[in-house]
């Protein structure tokens, strides 16, 4: 940084309070509150989440994963089962996810358990996507060192040839996870860094709500 030092970058939060008073009981529906806001106020790629993982080691990594769906209360996304992080959740289903809705000023966290899903459910969502979506799935043995990127577009064109006149069947190494939440954390910026944060977590499969220091 030239004329701006990264220690003078402050912005004041001060767009919204949140209010144990004034919030669902149910933390999805407080998400499906906030999702829609995000979405309806153009957030980017407001569904883009970061999903952290840990290998048998405890080492831990983290890398953006797009939601697909929360329908059922439970957090959905599509990946290759053959990845980095789909092997660590093999080992270690325990993950979490967070949205970063800056904007907003808004960040949720999310804790859970990790799980396939149904075949059935992949392959219904693989057949919904663009068509170079679905070759791209194929072409990519995602995680795995790739020594030239023209490796890559040449898998991708056999595939195309391959698949030609026909649809993409979804390959057996790709398909969803859903995170069944146990704890959702919902933070909204504050005046003077006194921010609120609201913490549900599931017991007995029943929610409760505190509230934390910032
Ligand atoms: C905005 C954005 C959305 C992404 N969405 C997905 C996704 O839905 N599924 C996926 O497998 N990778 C997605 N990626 C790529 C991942 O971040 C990551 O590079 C890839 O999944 C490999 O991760 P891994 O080696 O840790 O398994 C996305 C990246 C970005 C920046």
């Known amino acids: 940084m030239t004329d701006r030092k990264i220690y003078d970058l402050r912005q004041n939060y001060d767009l919204s309070n949140l209010d144990e008073s004034d919030v669902a009981a149910d933390p999805i529906v407080l998400f499906e509150e906030w999702f829609s806001l995000a979405v309806k106020n153009g957030v980017p790629e407001p569904n883009a989440m970061v999903l952290a993982t840990s290998d048998d080691s405890g080492k831990v990594s983290q890398r953006t994963v797009l939601l697909k769906d929360f329908s059922e209360g439970f957090f959905e996304f599509y990946t290759n089962y053959n990845s980095k992080k789909a092997q660590d959740i093999s080992v270690q289903p325990q993950v979490s996810l967070l949205f970063l809705w800056l904007t907003l000023q808004r960040q949720v966290r999310i804790e859970g358990n ?3 899903v149904s075949r059935q ?4 969502y693989f057949m919904s996507r663009p068509r ?5 799935a194929w072409a990519s043995q995602q995680s795995t060192v790739l020594n030239h990127k023209k ?3 040449d898998q991708y064109n056999y595939y195309k040839e ?3 006149d ?8 790709w398909g969803g996870y859903v995170v069944k939440p146990q704890k959702i954390e919902f933070w909204q910026g504050g005046n003077d860094r006194l921010h609120d944060r609201l913490l549900f977590t599931k017991e007995n499969n029943q929610w409760h709500l505190k509230r934390l220091y910032p």
Do not use: G
């Open 162 to 164: 391959k698949f030609k």
């Open 151 to 153: 490796l890559l577009t």
């Open 166 to 173: 026909q649809l993409v069947p979804c390959p057996d190494f």
């Open 114 to 116: 990790a799980e396939k």
């Open 121 to 124: 459910k992949s392959e219904t």
């Open 132 to 136: 170079q979506s679905c070759l791209a």
